[in-house]
């Protein structure tokens, strides 16, 4: 997957959960970002990672995401992978 794909589809899972009242509070909190955050920041790497970090923790999510979306389930990890620093996983 190229860069510019990887971004657009970290941007669709972004609109998604702006789009979604329940887990945009639970993504929020867990992250420490601020709506602002998420405007200022949405167009970088690790950013953008996080976010998809954040999708994958919960199958439902994957599906209900790449449902809406169009896409297959392993569009958000092929996606994290093309990002910038996104294929290195540090679990620390």
Same mark, same amino acid.
């Given at each position: 997957?190229?860069?510019?794909?990887?971004?657009?589809?970290?941007? =669709?899972?972004?609109?998604?959960?702006?789009?979604?009242?329940?887990?945009?509070?639970?993504?929020?909190?867990?992250?420490?970002?601020?709506?602002?955050?998420?405007?200022?920041?949405?167009?970088?790497?690790?950013?953008?990672?996080?976010?998809?970090?954040?999708?994958?923790?919960?199958?439902?999510?994957?599906?209900?995401?790449?449902? =809406?979306?169009?896409?297959?389930?392993?569009?958000?990890?092929?996606?994290?992978?093309?990002?910038?620093?996104?294929?290195?996983?540090?679990?620390?």
């Amino acid at each position: 997957m190229r860069q510019e794909s990887a971004e657009t589809i970290a941007i =669709q899972a972004l609109a998604w959960l702006v789009g979604n009242d329940e887990l945009l509070p639970v993504f929020l909190g867990a992250s420490g970002a601020s709506v602002e955050d998420m405007k200022q920041r949405a167009s970088a790497p690790e950013f953008l990672i996080s976010l998809l970090d954040f999708v994958m923790m919960d199958d439902g999510w994957v599906t209900e995401f790449c449902d =809406q979306a169009g896409l297959p389930y392993t569009a958000p990890m092929q996606a994290r992978q093309a990002l910038p620093g996104g294929a290195e996983i540090n679990w620390t």
